[in-house]
């Protein structure tokens, strides 16, 4: 008796599924080993086997049954998704969430753009001041340098003379290391498109005015003007001159001085 | 030769199930219909014979059909005829259903299989209607001696081994094994022989 034989003897058994454990498991190893021969025995003593379940008594299932599988298998069919219910069903309190989230979310994004409208407001503000404060250091240390030019024994004071008589003097006080500073009161504002601007004459013969800064006086006239670092030394210089030149200023005086003043 | 096999095209029944589980893959809902008006009677049957409770039968093969529905590409034509195959899975998926109630459940659970595996149609094979079917089935296992036939039963509908038959019916092992080998034997020789 070949060992193949010996198998031979649980085929129906295996495929009735009644061998037990030890023996179902050395007949797969022998399957397993590749016996062709018991490998289609099985197949053909699996169809016996399935014929016992006419052994069956003889019933139907009911019409509800059919009807459940029919009913399943058409949703599924038309891609309704199983066990998903109908977006209708979503309850209440689910719509109520979704809302409340929402309107959360509006009233989010207009308070972040209020709140970032308030950022640059107060962003364009602090920059306002910073410049204001910026421009009362500058007023202050021209200030602070003007009374000390003022002050200063060290300070050459003389009168610019206006040409016209019936402009002001205006008083200039010269500092060798601080600078020049010129002021007046009711000094006329110069025509549209038009500068004032100070000159200083060298005394060297033949030598050309120096141009130095242009300026305005303010609304009421006041005129304080302060040059910290002059073309030219006081030792050097003639005399101050001041003309009117086009806005911007000139290289050299294009019209008749209005204010001069002899240095030394 | 017994061992011949048939493809199922050599059978009109067959290949009417093969084309009508091919029709399942296209989601056709007809076809799925034609196959549980074919094959739910001896479905429900073979269930209810295992499980013995119609709501529990009629939820294994509500189970058993929707798993035909969902993957239709389960059943592969070269593994065997349709019939016999659903057959092996309704009563694998009623067997699992006992042993998830039965201290055997642990035991057993290396032998269940979500899938019946080849099952090759003999030579002698002809396609009959169900009812002629078990009449044929029904005459060869009633002519065994009773403890025989209460020895395949138990070991078809409650998925019992030759030792948990042979204590059942406190007989020997060896003629528990005996019984159930020749049973099955004088069945396809009966079968064989009355084509």
């Given amino acids: ?264 | 030769m017994f061992l011949a096999v048939l493809t199922p095209k050599e059978s009109g029944e067959v290949s009417r199930d093969a084309m009508l589980v091919h029709q399942l893959l296209q989601r056709d809902v007809d076809a799925f219909e034609q196959l549980y008006d074919r094959h739910s009677r001896i479905v429900y049957a073979l269930v209810l014979r295992i499980v013995q409770q119609a709501s529990t039968a009629e939820e294994v093969v509500q189970d058993v059909f929707l798993q035909l529905w969902r993957n239709a590409g389960q059943y592969d034509v070269r593994r065997g005829p349709f019939a016999p195959w659903l057959m092996a899975l309704a009563r694998n998926r009623a067997l699992d259903h006992l042993r998830l109630k039965s201290e055997r459940q642990r035991r057993r659970e290396d032998q269940s299989e979500e899938l019946p595996p080849i099952i090759s149609v003999p030579r002698f094979e002809q396609a009959l209607d169900e009812k002629r079917r078990a009449e044929q089935v029904r005459a060869l296992i009633g002519s065994l001696n009773p403890q025989q036939k209460r020895a395949i039963e138990l070991a078809y509908f409650e998925g019992l081994s030759h030792s948990e038959i042979a204590a059942a019916l406190k007989e020997p092992l060896g003629t528990v094994k005996s019984w159930i080998r020749n049973g099955l034997l004088r069945l396809k020789e009966g079968l064989q022989a009355a084509t």
């Fill in chain 1, 1 to 264: 008796m070949s060992k193949c034989d010996q198998f031979r003897e649980l085929i129906e058994a295996y495929a009735l599924g009644a061998l037990d454990a030890g023996e179902r498991a050395a007949f797969e190893a022998h399957l397993a080993n590749g016996c062709q021969d018991c490998a289609k025995a099985v197949e053909e003593a699996r169809w016996v086997v399935s014929q016992l379940g006419y052994l069956a008594p003889d019933t139907q299932p009911s019409e509800l049954l059919k009807g459940r599988l029919m009913q399943t298998v058409r949703n599924e069919a038309r891609g309704v998704q199983r066990f998903q219910k109908p977006s209708g069903d979503i309850p209440f309190w689910m719509w109520a969430g979704v809302a409340a989230l929402l309107v959360l979310t509006v009233y989010s994004a207009w308070d972040v753009r209020r709140l970032q409208k308030q950022i640059q407001t107060i962003n364009e503000r602090a920059a306002a001041e910073f410049r204001q404060r910026e421009q009362l250091q500058l007023e202050l240390a021209v200030a602070k340098r003007a009374a000390h030019i003022l002050t200063d024994s060290n300070s050459k004071k003389f009168v610019m003379w206006p040409h016209d008589t019936q402009m002001p003097k205006l008083e200039a006080m010269w500092h060798p290391e601080l600078g020049i500073c010129v002021m007046g009161q009711k000094v006329p504002m110069p025509s549209t498109n038009r500068t004032l601007q100070l000159w200083l004459i060298p005394k060297a013969p033949g030598s050309k005015p120096m141009p130095s800064l242009t300026f305005w006086p303010d609304a009421e006239g006041k005129l304080v003007l302060m040059v910290e670092n002059p073309p030219e030394v006081i030792a050097d210089t003639k005399a101050l001159a001041i003309t009117e030149e086009p806005a911007g200023g000139s290289a050299q005086p294009t019209s008749a001085p209005m204010w001069v003043g002899g240095v030394s």
